[in-house]
């Protein structure tokens, strides 16, 4: 079982500790890099964590842990995959960031894999390659936008007490084939579901002004607690979308929690909301236009699960 090892270099218009921080918040992956689907965190300390992430490989949806150790003063992340998904039998590397000028930084992305008894490494190569490219240029795209992140980068909630169990909403969300009968501002859906709990779905809606739109998601469902998904295609006002439904069961009825993270296209915020538009207006808009869609599915699921508690 032979290791191969490869290297992916950018050079990013960005002061190396934006970038470091970029890559060192697992938290903000799924609206920056395409690939990035979810992370959940199983532990978390100042310079060393474990965590589970859902990544796109060659267009499926695959999982794996792994641990990373972090180093701010000198810029560097080391990663190891603790359990890593066939093909791939092992996976690890690094990320540092080294200053070349002002304001400039050299970002380098190593691998090194070994794949399973008669996998093709070469197939696993074209993926590792696509992926860094692809996280590479997201990361550049947002470390040179010369916005703080957290204004480009943005997670707002709302959490709302239902008059009916979690569970009933849960299935509600769950079975999101049944919207077009049941959520006006959706139109058509498509979903396809795996095995582990991964759902593809596709959703024509129609925004507030009328306006049609055709979103495509990943959605991760291992739990009946909580409902992750993200946009694989977002909004045009949006470099990427992720959110998370939670639920739980309160003393009189479902609490539950929409969750949403944002990242934010200043040009096209401006484009779309107005010349004058800003960071701040774009994320009043974005939370009032993507929440009131969140209240309005669950006003339908309670709606719903009247129906059929009295169906008439």
């Known amino acids: 079982m032979s290791t191969q090892v490869m290297s992916h270099t950018k050079v ?74 066939a093909p791939i039998a092992s996976m690890g590397g690094g990320w540092s960031f080294r200053e070349i000028g002002p304001g400039t930084t050299k970002v380098t992305l190593d691998h090194r894999f070994t794949a399973v008894d008669g996998a093709d490494p070469d197939l696993i190569a074209g993926a590792v390659d696509r992926n860094s490219e692809t996280e590479l240029a997201a990361l550049a795209r947002i470390a040179e936008l010369g916005h703080p992140v957290d204004d480009v980068v943005h997670t707002f909630e709302d959490t709302v007490s239902l008059d009916i169990s979690a569970a009933a909403v849960y299935e509600f969300i769950y079975r999101s084939e049944r919207w077009p009968e049941h959520v006006p501002h959706v139109g058509r859906i498509e979903l396809d ?19 049609p739109h055709t979103t495509k998601s990943v959605r991760v469902c291992v739990t009946d607690e909580r409902i992750d998904y993200k946009q694989l295609l977002p909004p045009a006002m949006l470099f990427g979308h992720s959110g998370a439904w939670e639920f739980a069961d309160g ?25 004058d538009t800003d960071l701040a207006d774009a994320r009043a808009y974005l939370a009032e236009a993507l929440s009131t869609n969140s209240r309005n599915t669950l006003l339908c699921a309670v709606r719903y699960a009247e129906s059929v508690k009295s169906p008439t």
Request: charged share 25%; no cysteine.
């Open 251 to 275: 003393p009189d009825g479902a609490v539950v929690t929409a969750r949403h993270t944002v990242a934010i296209n200043p040009v096209a915020a401006r484009e779309i909301l107005g010349a």
């Open 193 to 211: 579901e795996d095995g582990a709990g991964v759902q593809l779905m596709e959703m024509d809606t129609v925004t507030a002004g009328g306006m």
């Open 12 to 85: 990013v218009q960005a002061p190396p500790e934006v970038v470091y921080d970029l890559v060192a918040d697992v938290t903000k992956w799924p609206v920056i890099f395409e690939p990035s689907v979810l992370v959940r965190h199983l532990h978390r300390g100042p310079d060393e964590e474990r965590f589970r992430l859902w990544a796109t490989v060659n267009g499926e949806v695959k999982n794996w842990t792994s641990r990373r150790v972090l180093d701010a003063a000198q810029r560097r992340i080391v990663f190891e995959q603790e359990r890593s998904q």
